[in-house]
């Protein structure tokens, strides 16, 4: 299996731009989370999070072949059932249906990261407080960060935990690498 300082430099020679970069190193703290929680391999479960859009700069214009060709990419690097995740992650587009509860925690993992970083950039305190109850009334405002699929994030259902932990977990998660992220709170001192 490929390891992380080889994951970063695979996304550095696919051209991934900063905020891509930030959102993979956000969905790596995620699944790491999300594998704690349900005591499966982390470090798989980070990596797989790390590299799902590894091929989104060449995939941008054809989302019908975004995970696609990720996996394809990543094919003797990551054990198939990463591989498996990472087409699944985007279904809705490439026809590629999630199955496991690995491919429903990379969906709603994933995508639940534009949103906490969407909010931790209109707060003053960034991640720092912030709460579950939070994020959900932004899910419910459809024109906050209106790209994110409310419905990827609640799929969370279909890995096994429900919204409010989910949420609780994501954040903790990305509250822990805050200075990483770029999200943390503007220094006021």
Not at 13 to 21: V, Y
Not at 38 to 52: F, K, R, S, V, Y
Not at 54 to 71: C, M, N, S, Y
Request: proline share 4%.
């Amino acid at each position: 299996m490929i390891q992380r300082a080889e994951a970063l430099k695979l996304l550095a020679e696919e051209g991934t731009p900063e905020s891509l970069l930030q959102h993979a190193l956000a969905s790596e703290a995620v699944m790491r989370a999300l594998a704690r929680h349900w005591d499966e391999d982390e470090e798989l479960w980070g990596l797989t999070g790390l590299l799902h859009d590894l091929d989104f700069p060449r995939t941008a214009r054809t989302p019908e072949r975004h995970g696609l060709e990720a996996a394809e990419r990543l094919q003797g690097l990551l054990p198939e059932e990463a591989l498996t995740a990472i087409r699944a992650h985007n279904g809705e587009m490439n026809g590629f249906e999630p199955r496991s509860r690995f491919d429903y925690a990379l969906r709603c993992g994933e995508t639940v990261t534009g949103l906490i970083g969407a909010a931790a950039r209109m707060r003053p305190t960034g991640l720092d407080g912030m709460e579950p109850k939070s994020i959900k009334k932004k899910m419910k405002d459809k024109a906050f960060a209106a790209g994110v699929n409310r419905e990827n994030i609640r799929q969370c259902s279909q890995a096994g935990l429900d919204l409010d932990a989910f949420l609780a977990l994501a954040i903790e998660a990305m509250r822990d690498r805050a200075s990483e992220l770029g999200l943390q709170a503007p220094d006021r001192g």
